[in-house]
């Protein structure tokens, strides 16, 4: 068992076979840096709750696709990215100081496809982003690639 | 830690990250949120590593008729279905000015740049652009003066890594000796951005059926030899060094031409396993995409088939009947940041449309 420890003091216990999915910490047991508590500055402990269901989940990964267990890892990790932006970029910063490739590739992933044909006007909205081109910019760009902007599978909602 | 975590946020290694695997037109709508992201999408080097990557997620394909290149196609997975049905298309077809679209064909392309001759290949006027199609820009490369005692011309274009460098490759085919082959070509080298002229980079053998079939991989260009079919040489295009490997390497990297990792010669394909109907029909890998599946072209272009490993099956592909297809990566830095300040890349007029 390894001991993590989230930046709000709180103390996880994971078996070392799902933690090693992490290189960061895989790499420091090898080296013999965990013999205590790891602590993990930059994770709180909501964020890390739902790192090490996704780690306890993916522990036997390898052995799926012999036990069949392969539609049952896929839906699980469609319900796990489920969750708001703002939890899903924080578990992507995780799952990047972690180093867990798979985890980042999911959730990016994710990303991705909720941003996929989505208007500019849904983008800035859904992302929080303040728009700082001036209308001059911005009405270059689009004269460079009016075909961008229009389509029928362009998605301006919101969600 | 009350504070809310917005994409912007994150590094800008997670955001081109995410970026990255949006369709081409959504990475063009991106452009205009906001400046951060202009510059990220724009002129980013971190991009383009991550060029690579989409093509498993939004494989993109060069379509040909008669070896004239003239779309591009971004392929959409439809989980349910059989097919795959035409994503976005580029329209007018690919065309660059004065030149005849019958006869553009593709030289090579590395990171989204196509090198692309137009004219017959032993023709006094023909020329080489290189351009970004989905920016609606190219550069013609300035051909040395014709020499009448070199009877055909051999092109090629290549990228490495190590020096951010594009060279594109000319090898001239010195006649004929008396026993009706040539024995070796001249190269020469014109480097993106660098050279104002061709240079000569030496002798070097010829290569078989005078083609390079775009073998562009880890940073050198390979050709087979024209006479020993077990040879095989490859030019790095950071050193410049011309190197040959031996025959027994050739499965591997006939499969790495396409992108595809050392796993293929695991998992060789079995005839007794292609469905009689098509079991007689030639194959050419073109690219891996979902879950390791290898898109190949059957029969010389009439179709596309893709192959699933796991399941050993082939699926036919709904794209378009009787064209050729070739892997591509879609760029969306421009050319400029290749030439530099000191090459004029021009526009074409009407700019490149996708509808």
Same mark, same amino acid.
């Given at each position: 068992?390894?001991?993590l420890?989230?930046?709000?003091?709180?103390e996880?216990?994971?078996?070392?076979?799902?933690?090693?999915?992490?290189?960061?910490?895989k790499?420091m047991i090898e080296?013999?840096?965990a013999?205590?508590?790891i602590?993990?500055p930059?994770i709180d402990?909501?964020?890390?709750i739902?790192v090490?269901?996704?780690?306890?989940?993916?522990?036997?990964?390898?052995?799926a696709a012999?036990?069949?267990?392969?539609?049952d890892?896929?839906?699980?990790?469609?319900?796990f +990215?489920n969750?708001?932006w703002?939890?899903?970029?924080?578990?992507?910063m995780?799952?990047?100081?972690?180093?867990?490739?798979?985890?980042m590739e999911?959730?990016c992933?994710?990303?991705?496809?909720?941003?996929?044909?989505?208007?500019?006007r849904?983008?800035?909205?859904?992302?929080?982003i303040t728009?700082d081109l001036?209308?001059?910019?911005?009405?270059?760009?689009?004269n460079d690639?009016?075909?961008?902007f229009?389509?029928?599978?362009?998605?301006?909602?919101v969600n | 830690?009350?504070?809310?975590v917005t994409i912007?946020?994150?590094?800008?290694?997670?955001?081109?990250e995410i970026l990255a695997r949006?369709?081409i037109?959504?990475i063009?709508?991106?452009?205009?949120?906001?400046?951060s992201?202009?510059?990220?999408?724009?002129?980013?080097?971190l991009f383009v590593k991550?060029?690579?990557k989409?093509?498993?997620?939004?494989?993109?394909?060069?379509?040909?008729?008669?070896?004239?290149?003239?779309?591009i196609?971004?392929l959409?997975?439809?989980?349910?279905s059989?097919?795959?049905y035409?994503n976005?298309?580029?329209r007018?077809?690919?065309?660059l000015?004065?030149t005849n679209k019958?006869?553009l064909?593709?030289v090579?392309?590395?990171?989204?740049?196509m090198?692309?001759?137009n004219?017959?290949r032993?023709n006094?006027?023909n020329?080489?652009?290189?351009s970004n199609?989905l920016l609606?820009?190219?550069?013609?490369?300035?051909?040395?003066?014709?020499?009448?005692?070199f009877?055909?011309? +051999?092109?090629?274009?290549?990228?490495?890594?190590?020096?951010?460098?594009?060279k594109?490759?000319?090898?001239?085919l010195?006649a004929?000796?008396f026993?009706?082959r040539?024995?070796?070509?001249?190269?020469?080298?014109y480097?993106?951005?660098?050279d104002?002229?061709?240079?000569?980079?030496g002798?070097?053998?010829?290569p078989?059926?005078?083609?390079f079939?775009?073998?562009?991989?880890?940073g050198?260009?390979?050709?087979?030899?024209?006479?020993?079919?077990?040879i095989?040489y490859?030019?790095?295009?950071?050193?410049?060094?011309?190197?040959?490997?031996n025959?027994?390497?050739i499965d591997?990297?006939?499969?790495k031409?396409?992108?595809?990792?050392e796993?293929?010669t695991?998992?060789?394909i079995?005839?007794?396993?292609?469905q009689?109907?098509?079991?007689?029909?030639?194959?050419?890998?073109?690219?891996?995409?979902?879950?390791?599946?290898?898109?190949?072209?059957?029969?010389?272009?009439?179709?596309l088939?893709s192959?699933n490993?796991?399941e050993?099956?082939?699926?036919k592909?709904?794209?378009?009947?009787?064209f050729g297809?070739?892997?591509?990566?879609?760029?969306f830095?421009?050319?400029n940041?290749?030439?530099?300040?000191?090459f004029?890349?021009?526009?074409?007029?009407?700019?490149?449309?996708?509808v």
């Amino acid at each position: 068992m390894v001991k993590l420890k989230s930046n709000d003091d709180k103390e996880f216990e994971v078996e070392e076979a799902a933690v090693i999915q992490s290189e960061m910490i895989k790499n420091m047991i090898e080296d013999g840096c965990a013999t205590s508590v790891i602590p993990l500055p930059n994770i709180d402990s909501k964020t890390l709750i739902k790192v090490i269901e996704y780690l306890n989940k993916h522990i036997n990964m390898g052995k799926a696709a012999e036990t069949g267990e392969e539609d049952d890892l896929k839906e699980f990790d469609e319900q796990f +990215v489920n969750m708001g932006w703002e939890e899903l970029f924080d578990v992507i910063m995780a799952a990047n100081y972690l180093n867990i490739h798979e985890l980042m590739e999911l959730c990016c992933q994710s990303a991705a496809d909720r941003l996929k044909n989505k208007s500019v006007r849904a983008v800035r909205e859904m992302l929080k982003i303040t728009n700082d081109l001036t209308e001059e910019e911005e009405q270059e760009i689009i004269n460079d690639a009016p075909w961008a902007f229009e389509g029928p599978e362009i998605d301006d909602t919101v969600n | 830690m009350l504070s809310e975590v917005t994409i912007m946020d994150l590094l800008r290694v997670i955001m081109v990250e995410i970026l990255a695997r949006l369709p081409i037109k959504s990475i063009f709508r991106c452009k205009i949120v906001c400046k951060s992201w202009y510059h990220l999408l724009t002129s980013n080097p971190l991009f383009v590593k991550n060029y690579q990557k989409r093509s498993s997620s939004f494989p993109s394909i060069l379509l040909s008729v008669n070896d004239s290149v003239r779309f591009i196609v971004e392929l959409k997975d439809e989980n349910d279905s059989q097919s795959l049905y035409r994503n976005i298309e580029l329209r007018p077809m690919i065309h660059l000015p004065s030149t005849n679209k019958e006869n553009l064909t593709l030289v090579g392309s590395c990171n989204g740049f196509m090198c692309l001759l137009n004219g017959w290949r032993n023709n006094v006027d023909n020329s080489v652009y290189i351009s970004n199609h989905l920016l609606s820009e190219y550069f013609k490369v300035e051909l040395p003066e014709w020499e009448k005692s070199f009877w055909n011309i +051999v092109y090629g274009f290549g990228f490495s890594e190590a020096s951010g460098q594009y060279k594109v490759l000319r090898f001239k085919l010195a006649a004929k000796n008396f026993l009706g082959r040539p024995k070796a070509s001249d190269l020469e080298v014109y480097t993106l951005g660098v050279d104002e002229k061709w240079r000569n980079a030496g002798e070097v053998p010829e290569p078989l059926w005078r083609s390079f079939n775009n073998v562009n991989v880890n940073g050198a260009v390979h050709w087979m030899d024209c006479e020993k079919n077990d040879i095989i040489y490859s030019f790095n295009i950071s050193t410049e060094e011309v190197n040959s490997l031996n025959g027994q390497s050739i499965d591997i990297w006939w499969m790495k031409e396409y992108g595809i990792a050392e796993s293929w010669t695991k998992n060789l394909i079995l005839k007794d396993g292609i469905q009689l109907d098509i079991r007689d029909d030639r194959f050419i890998p073109i690219l891996i995409w979902k879950d390791g599946e290898i898109l190949m072209q059957r029969d010389r272009g009439t179709q596309l088939v893709s192959y699933n490993p796991k399941e050993k099956k082939f699926k036919k592909v709904k794209v378009y009947n009787g064209f050729g297809a070739t892997g591509y990566i879609p760029s969306f830095y421009s050319l400029n940041t290749v030439m530099g300040d000191s090459f004029q890349v021009s526009n074409v007029y009407p700019k490149t449309e996708i509808v």
